[in-house]
């Protein structure tokens, strides 16, 4: 298997699916990372693990109708040209 800029493209959108099926409640509360921890008082940088939370939560809401036309295409990509 080479290393082409598709395989890339390809990893890229495996970890962003990864990130998009992670659920709030059955996953990232259980491991201590639910929309309720972390929350920092006015005027206060917010840590590593609130950024995260906040990343995960867009990405879930902004990628969501993106993520299921590019997998489309990405799926009908590998049926022509394997």
């Known amino acids: 298997m080479a290393f082409t800029l598709y395989s890339l493209l390809q990893?890229?959108?495996l970890l962003v699916n990864a990130v998009a099926v992670l659920h709030e409640e059955r996953f990232l509360?259980?491991?201590?990372?639910?929309?309720d921890q972390g929350i920092g008082g006015f005027g206060e940088e917010p840590?590593?693990?609130?950024?995260?939370?906040?990343?995960?939560?867009?990405?879930?809401?902004?990628?969501?109708?993106?993520?299921?036309?590019?997998?489309?295409?990405t799926i009908v990509l590998l049926l022509l040209f394997g």
């Open 11 to 13: 990893a890229a959108l």
């Open 29 to 35: 509360r259980h491991v201590g990372w639910g929309s």
């Open 47 to 73: 840590g590593i693990k609130a950024q995260l939370t906040n990343l995960i939560r867009s990405v879930r809401t902004v990628m969501r109708v993106p993520l299921i036309a590019v997998n489309s295409v």
